[in-house]
């Protein structure tokens, strides 16, 4: 399996621009997350969706952020509008119920917002 | 208080000995426990897990578990300068296998 499989690698954009960030998950996993990490707060949870249903968003900063699952093999989250205190490495990970629950992480996205 | 602790770091020891990373975690039904290590400007990946009280080798890793303690840490005999990244204590929830809480990480620097 190729694993987890984020992109864009790296995101810059203007302020108050929209931006998707994009994940396909390993395949047959039935959790996904999407985390954001920052020096100054650590590896932050923005939401986890099981089975394409999202389980707990209480780690959403605030209502411009959204994401969604539309099937097993793709999630997005979106920012709109972005604001510079987004800047920010998200991650998307999966894992499986049915194989002990580690998390395996996708490569990240850089978000820069100017 | 936050749910999953590490202790402070940075970390720093030289070349062959023995670094110590410490957890501590708050929810007692908590069933799965990880380490993950991070290198600079790289994805969090997975070193070790466990599940039951007491220890588990892995190579030059061990990690050990006393869920009465609340307690995990991760042990890296004959330390090497590639072993020099940040390490990720995570717990699984034990109402909810699937997610994982993450402390902060202790960044560890082995001087050769």
């Known amino acids: 399996d190729a694993g987890v499989i984020q992109s864009p690698r790296h995101e810059v954009t203007e302020m108050g621009q929209e931006v998707t960030l994009r994940c396909k998950p390993i395949s047959g996993h039935d959790y996904l997350f999407w985390y954001r990490q920052t020096m100054m707060r650590g590896l932050e949870l923005l939401i986890y969706?099981?089975?394409?249903?999202?389980?707990?968003d209480s780690g959403m900063p605030e209502d411009r952020f959204s994401a969604k699952m539309p099937n097993a093999s793709f999630s997005t989250l979106k920012i709109q509008p972005s604001e510079p205190r987004d800047s920010a490495v998200y991650f998307c990970?999966?894992?499986?119920?049915?194989?002990?629950?580690?998390?395996?992480f996708g490569q990240g996205t850089r978000l820069t917002v100017v | 208080q936050k749910e999953v602790e590490q202790n402070s770091g940075p970390l720093s020891v030289p070349e062959g000995a023995i670094a110590s990373l410490n957890c501590t975690y708050s929810d007692r039904g908590s069933q799965s426990f990880f380490w993950y290590r991070q290198y600079s400007g790289k994805s969090p990946e997975l070193i070790m897990s466990i599940y039951s009280n007491g220890d588990k080798e892995d190579g030059r890793f061990t990690a050990q578990l006393n869920k009465a303690s609340q307690y995990v840490s991760l042990l890296i005999r004959d330390s090497q300068p590639s072993d020099s990244a940040t390490y990720l204590c995570?717990?699984?929830?034990?109402?909810?296998?699937?997610?994982?809480?993450f402390g902060d990480g202790t960044t560890l620097t082995v001087k050769p």
């Open positions: 969706f099981n089975n394409n249903v999202p389980i707990d």
């Open positions: 995570a717990v699984n929830e034990g109402t909810n296998a699937g997610k994982s809480t």
């Open positions: 990970a999966s894992s499986s119920t049915d194989k002990n629950t580690e998390a395996f």
